[in-house]
């Protein structure tokens, strides 16, 4: 499994990329500019990610907004329905607005901070990543 992990918190993206690795590769960017780089890099080099976990609260550029970002790029090299990579927003913010907004733009699951390995592990078999 191919995981790519937004956070501009550095031990919340530790915690994650250890978790992850367990799994696969993992790769962190930790602002929105550079997962939307490092997206693109997967198509093209052809190693796309199965998972995303993007955080919501991030200067510059919030997850909301780079959740929106990538789902435009995927459909601009016809990525459509289950063929689009799994978006996991993570945040402290768990209130209806930030959820509805999340779904809206099609991101396939939410996980409200502190995020430990059994909620991980929970949202990947949701998912249907893991078995």
């Given amino acids: 499994m191919r995981t790519l992990v937004v956070e501009d918190d550095y031990i919340t993206s530790q ?28 198509l093209v080099n052809d190693l ?28 601009a090299n016809n990525i459509l329905g289950l063929d689009c990579v799994k978006i996991v927003m993570t945040t402290a913010l768990d209130d209806y607005n930030n959820i509805r907004t999340a779904f809206t733009n099609q991101a396939e699951g939410y996980l409200v901070k502190p995020i430990d390995k059994d909620k991980v ?4 078999i949701n998912l249907g990543l893991l078995g």
């Fill in 48 to 75: 796309r990610y199965d998972v995303i976990f993007l955080d919501i609260m991030m200067p510059e550029m919030d997850g909301q907004q780079v959740l929106d970002a990538i789902r435009k790029i995927e459909e």
């Fill in 15 to 42: 915690v994650m990329q250890e978790v992850m690795l367990s799994f696969g590769d993992c790769d962190i960017a930790e602002d929105g500019a550079q997962a939307i780089e490092l997206f693109q890099s997967s």
């Fill in 121 to 124: 592990v929970q949202v990947l």
